[in-house]
């Protein structure tokens, strides 16, 4: 996380735990009675850690906002199990289909074409990082800047004049003017312009992977700019 400015190292308490046992805040509503914890069919003693509360505030920095990071719902939900326990939900988790490929021409099983696939639990959640800067044209930055400033104003620049003041040969010339026109006319010259047109992916359903004739591999994406993480952090 040091490369958007988080380095948890430092955050992230280490805290181990027995296979029998789950480490969980004080106030947590995954409690059936004063220290138990059931968890699928598997059942745990529980034990409070204050260091919970703790890594709580830290994860949510990192995490999109949403109704689980909302008035401490990640805290009262947040449990620490041990590494063979997590082992064990993973496997549980996985769902593990056996799958033959059919001949397309002869509309029969294709002889050693058995595989397995895994299926990603429902309601996982991905996450990735998206950094955005000024694009680069190979111009020199005096001209950027005079294009930048002309798009911020909503000026439309002297096509004939900017290509006076490129370098190179003729052909390099036409190439590079012919990137800043359609960087222009399409809304991707800077930054700012880059970051405003993702946002139609914002709560689009997408279909990833080979599956689309069984319906799976859909995805909702949320996008959370940057302004959402300020004002977390504020």
């Not at 040969?169 to 800077?190: D, M, P, S």
């Not at 880059?194 to 359903?205: G, H, M, P, V």
Request: hydrophobic share 35%.
């Amino acid at each position: 996380m040091r490369a958007v400015d988080e380095n948890l190292a430092n955050q992230i308490p280490d805290l181990s735990v027995d296979d029998e046992k789950i480490l969980i805040s004080q106030n947590s509503v995954l409690k059936i009675n004063t220290n138990i914890i059931a968890l699928e069919e598997f059942v745990f003693e529980a034990e409070v850690k204050n260091e919970i509360k703790n890594l709580a505030k830290t994860l949510e920095k990192c995490i999109p906002q949403n109704d689980l990071t909302k008035n401490e719902n990640l805290e009262n939900h947040l449990a620490i199990v041990s590494d063979n326990v997590f082992k064990d939900f993973v496997n549980y988790a996985v769902e593990i289909r056996t799958r033959i490929r059919i001949d397309q021409v002869k509309g029969t099983v294709k002889e050693g074409a058995l595989f397995s696939e895994e299926l990603v639990p429902s309601e996982s959640v991905f996450y990735s990082l998206v950094f955005i800067t000024d694009p680069y044209f190979g111009i020199e930055m005096d001209l950027y800047n005079e294009l930048k400033s002309m798009k911020e104003k909503n000026e439309k620049p002297d096509w004939g004049a900017v290509i006076n003041r490129l370098k190179g040969n003729e052909g390099t010339k036409k190439k590079i003017l012919e990137r800043l026109q359609n960087a222009w006319e399409n809304g991707y010259f800077v930054g700012e312009e880059i970051k405003n047109s993702l946002n139609f992916l914002n709560n689009f359903l997408l279909q990833l992977g080979g599956d689309e004739t069984i319906g799976k591999g859909y995805v909702r994406v949320n996008i959370y700019p940057e302004e959402v993480s300020n004002e977390k952090d504020n």
